[in-house]
């Protein structure tokens, strides 16, 4: 059953990155580099993950940019406040490495957390989009049916844009939740650690993501959903 889903699962990854049109972002490579935006969202995430408008063409980010994005989420106030979250998340519910109850168990639960955030945030969007000259960013479809945009949201896990604005595969993304994955490994309890359940923290991990792009799709509220990848 598990490798039938998971058959499955890359079969959808494979035909969404398939599926593309091959259309244009509205990258302008000509324009001359922009700084990140400084501004906040809901007055606590930073808030310059998300292309609001579809129509105005923008710069590419530069390599420092793309760095600067995953280290200004790691040192934001809000990185601690997530942490704390998904910790006590995990402890109410049980879920994810196996640490037990009681303070100590959450603080492993915090520090695991924390980890995973970190990781994920310099492999998605430092080190594979400059590797691969991938956009990191969410380029919101903006208009058109409820469903075209929740579809245009779960097609943006597969297919991405490259640095001059055409389509290729989100391999930040697909590629970038599995290594942070596979590192949480080497810090996860002995009885958490099987082929399952890291299948399952990837899982949560593409799931939670494409959830935060239709908060970016319809809510304007992506650039700090973004911050909210975990596990």
């Known amino acids: ?18 599926c593309g049109a091959l259309a ?30 579809p129509t105005t063409p923008v710069a590419p980010l530069r390599t420092r940019q793309k760095f600067e994005m995953a280290y200004r989420k790691t040192v ?4 601690l406040i997530e942490s704390a979250m998904f910790a006590g998340f995990d402890q109410m519910a049980n879920y994810g490495p196996q640490y037990g109850s009681g303070a100590g168990a959450f603080a492993q639960r915090f520090g695991y957390n924390a980890a995973n955030l970190s990781s994920n945030f310099l492999l998605t969007d430092g080190l594979l989009p400059t590797i691969f000259h991938q956009d990191p960013r969410y380029f919101r479809k903006g208009s058109g049916s409820v469903a075209s945009r929740i579809w245009w949201a779960l097609r943006s896990e597969a297919v991405a844009y490259s640095d001059t604005g055409t389509e290729m595969p989100n391999y930040a993304n697909m590629i970038g939740f599995g290594m942070s994955t596979a590192l949480s490994n080497a810090y996860s309890p002995e009885n958490s650690i099987t082929f399952g359940k890291t299948m399952e923290r990837y899982g949560v991990k593409e799931g939670v993501s494409f959830g935060l792009n239709v908060l970016r799709e319809f809510g304007g509220v ?8 975990r596990h």
């Open 222 to 229: 992506g650039s700090a959903a973004m911050h909210l990848q």
């Open 76 to 79: 934001d106030p809000s990185f």
């Open 24 to 53: 244009q972002a509205p990258i302008d490579p000509s324009l001359p580099e922009e700084p990140l935006p400084h501004k906040r969202v809901l007055l606590l995430f930073p808030g310059y993950e998300t292309i609001q408008d």
């Open 1 to 18: 059953m598990k490798k039938r889903f998971w058959s499955s699962s890359v079969f959808v990854l494979f035909l969404l990155t398939a």
